[in-house]
Nanobody
């Protein structure tokens, strides 16, 4: 099982980034993929999730209207389009997979390594 997150980088406030999470080794369509982030000294928090089977999405209030999560089942890949980025979005971003879904960090079955996103003011 592998979840490979990529696409992080350094961007100015107001800019955009698109993160990718490539999945392999499990049945993609049976799972919910969640993006989490963790800033230094803070708890890991879920920001968005998508059900790979039916495309339903859910967002944390802090990113609603700015971030868009989507799944490409043909590529077993989930994307997180991040617009209007703020310095407060600076964190390591991780993707995770689970059958139950949601934004809670407990109950995830698989985790990928993170990708750093830094937003300068």
């Amino acid at each position: 099982v592998q979840l490979q997150a990529s696409g992080g980088g350094l961007v100015q406030a107001g800019g955009s980034l698109r993160l990718s999470c490539a999945a392999s080794g499990f049945t993609f369509g049976d799972n919910v993929i969640t993006w989490f982030r963790q800033a230094p000294g803070k708890e890991r928090e879920g920001v968005a999730c998508v059900s790979a089977g039916d495309g339903r999405t859910y967002y944390a209030d802090s990113v609603k209207g700015r971030f868009t999560i989507s799944a490409d089942n043909a590529k077993n890949t989930v994307y997180l389009q991040m617009n209007s980025l703020e310095p407060e979005d600076t964190a390591v971003y991780y993707c995770a997979a689970s059958r139950q879904g949601g934004l809670g960090k407990y109950g995830m079955d698989y985790w990928g390594k993170g990708t750093q996103v830094t937003v300068s003011s």
